[in-house]
């Protein structure tokens, strides 16, 4: 087993992984962010306050940030040399610290030299983001999902992480020109990532016919960056029991679950939030998932309106939206959080009707901003939960008409 300068095992480098049912002792990590032209330090601060959430929900506590402006990165070890030295005496000095994590994605070049330089595991924001996935995927399907995406982010950076395979195999049945260690890595990669492709469509024809099943319903879809309460959304509407917590990519799978409002029976899903900078490889690994997306007749977008980059949380579902093909479909703005915004941004001396004023000209701010129509709630406090449940039959209703008018007459 390989041990750093510290003398701690550089192998076993799943953070927060299970083992014997006890977490492994937190990790202390460094986060190291580029400024490249057309970005701000504010804007990189905002990247590494999620690359820190993410970091917390793999179970490693941030120590230091170090940031560094550049017209691009050096090929070699992202950051330059100077940059890199100052985050090695750092880490030489605080020997907690046992793991350095980038918020852009590193080539297996960089990787490898950054670590030759810093002598503790590196990991780069799409690693970051698998490993989570990996501890949260619970079932058959998200588990298989995961295997893809760590296979397609592992095929290009083979060369750079294991230069070791370069030599050619020699032996006893392995004479004459052979192949090359690496090029035999990269066939056994390939050849897992076609099984895992083979499993997902099985699967996702499994999950089809399912979807048939379920009749002629009309499908409500819970969208939104991650860690919005679409979760507690759900189970609160649909008094059920969906896990829920304040972290990063609580939901892996989707959850269906039927409602029926004034006699109008739906089905509602929850679905793995977004996040930026998801790596396209995991969207592609999650497409079976997001078919429930795609197939759903109706969106409620769930915003966290207490965050301070909503409107770039926003934007960046959108935009998922409309790679999906789904950014045309009805959809409902639910700002949640209300409570907390009201606690982070009202002045306490401010009297309830202006308060009520302020609210109302900032939902109507809102609407017109994003050309639809949009409610504050509170999941939590359970506030505005029965004007939600009649904007939502009544777009269900309306869908019905479109959908199945014969079955519209029932109610």
């Given at each position: 087993?390989?041990?750093?300068?510290?003398?701690?095992?550089?192998?076993?480098?799943?953070?927060?992984?299970?083992?014997?049912?006890?977490?492994?002792?937190?990790?202390?990590?460094?986060?190291?962010?580029?400024?490249?032209?057309?970005?701000?330090?504010?804007?990189?601060?905002?990247?590494?306050?999620?690359?820190?959430?993410?970091?917390?929900?793999?179970?490693?506590?941030?120590?230091?940030?170090?940031?560094?402006?550049?017209?691009?990165?050096?090929?070699?070890?992202?950051?330059?040399?100077?940059?890199?030295?100052?985050?090695?005496?750092?880490?030489?000095?605080?020997?907690?610290?046992?793991?350095?994590?980038?918020?852009?994605?590193?080539?297996?070049?960089?990787?490898?030299?950054?670590?030759?330089?810093?002598?503790?595991?590196?990991?780069?924001?799409?690693?970051?983001?698998?490993?989570?996935?990996?501890?949260?995927?619970?079932?058959?399907?998200?588990?298989?999902?995961v295997e893809l995406a760590q296979m397609q982010y592992l095929l290009p950076r083979l060369r750079g992480m294991w230069?070791?395979?370069?030599?050619?195999?020699?032996?006893?049945?392995?004479?004459?020109?052979?192949?090359?260690?690496?090029?035999?890595?990269?066939?056994?990669?390939?050849?897992?990532?076609?099984?895992?492709?083979?499993?997902?469509?099985?699967?996702?024809?499994?999950?089809?016919?399912?979807?048939?099943?379920?009749?002629?319903?009309?499908?409500?879809?819970?969208?939104?960056?991650?860690?919005?309460?679409?979760?507690?959304?759900?189970?609160?509407?649909?008094?059920?029991?969906?896990?829920?917590?304040?972290?990063?990519?609580?939901?892996?799978?989707?959850?269906?679950?039927?409602?029926?409002?004034?006699?109008?029976?739906?089905?509602?899903?929850?679905?793995?939030?977004?996040?930026?900078?998801?790596?396209?490889?995991?969207?592609?690994?999650?497409?079976?998932?997001?078919?429930?997306?795609?197939?759903?007749?109706?969106?409620?977008?769930?915003?966290?309106?207490?965050?301070?980059?909503?409107?770039?949380?926003?934007?960046?579902?959108?935009?998922?939206?409309?790679?999906?093909?789904?950014?045309?479909?009805?959809?409902?703005?639910?700002?949640?959080?209300?409570?907390?915004?009201?606690?982070?941004?009202?002045?306490?001396?401010?009297?309830?009707?202006?308060?009520?004023?302020?609210?109302?000209?900032?939902?109507?701010?809102?609407?017109?901003?994003?050309?639809?129509?949009?409610?504050?709630?509170?999941?939590?406090?359970?506030?505005?939960?029965?004007?939600?449940?009649?904007?939502?039959?009544?777009?269900?209703?309306?869908?019905?008409?479109?959908?199945?008018?014969?079955?519209?007459?029932?109610?």
């Amino acid at each position: 087993m390989k041990r750093n300068r510290k003398g701690r095992k550089t192998e076993d480098w799943n953070i927060g992984e299970k083992q014997n049912q006890l977490l492994r002792e937190t990790e202390y990590a460094v986060l190291v962010g580029a400024i490249l032209e057309n970005q701000t330090e504010e804007q990189i601060q905002e990247y590494l306050d999620e690359l820190e959430f993410l970091a917390l929900t793999a179970g490693a506590k941030t120590k230091k940030r170090f940031t560094q402006k550049m017209k691009h990165p050096d090929s070699r070890t992202f950051i330059r040399k100077g940059k890199l030295q100052e985050i090695a005496d750092y880490v030489e000095a605080h020997e907690e610290i046992t793991l350095v994590l980038f918020d852009d994605d590193l080539s297996g070049k960089q990787v490898r030299n950054v670590e030759e330089v810093l002598k503790v595991k590196i990991l780069d924001r799409s690693s970051l983001i698998l490993d989570i996935f990996a501890e949260r995927a619970q079932t058959a399907q998200a588990k298989t999902q995961v295997e893809l995406a760590q296979m397609q982010y592992l095929l290009p950076r083979l060369r750079g992480m294991w230069t070791h395979l370069e030599r050619q195999k020699g032996g006893i049945g392995m004479r004459g020109p052979g192949e090359k260690e690496i090029e035999t890595d990269r066939r056994i990669v390939r050849d897992k990532i076609a099984a895992l492709k083979k499993d997902l469509k099985i699967i996702a024809k499994q999950d089809q016919t399912r979807r048939k099943n379920r009749g002629q319903l009309i499908r409500v879809s819970l969208v939104g960056y991650t860690n919005v309460g679409k979760s507690t959304l759900l189970n609160l509407l649909s008094n059920s029991e969906v896990f829920a917590e304040n972290k990063l990519f609580a939901t892996l799978d989707t959850t269906v679950r039927k409602i029926a409002w004034q006699g109008v029976p739906f089905l509602m899903a929850d679905t793995v939030g977004f996040i930026r900078k998801l790596p396209h490889h995991l969207i592609e690994s999650f497409n079976s998932t997001l078919d429930e997306v795609r197939e759903s007749d109706i969106l409620l977008h769930v915003i966290d309106v207490a965050h301070p980059q909503f409107e770039e949380h926003i934007k960046t579902v959108q935009k998922t939206l409309m790679d999906l093909g789904v950014d045309d479909k009805p959809t409902l703005l639910i700002f949640n959080k209300i409570d907390l915004y009201r606690k982070r941004y009202f002045d306490d001396f401010l009297d309830k009707a202006t308060k009520q004023e302020l609210e109302e000209n900032l939902l109507e701010n809102l609407k017109n901003t994003y050309q639809t129509d949009a409610i504050f709630i509170s999941a939590r406090e359970k506030e505005n939960i029965d004007l939600l449940r009649e904007k939502l039959t009544h777009l269900v209703k309306q869908q019905y008409v479109v959908q199945y008018p014969y079955m519209a007459k029932r109610w």
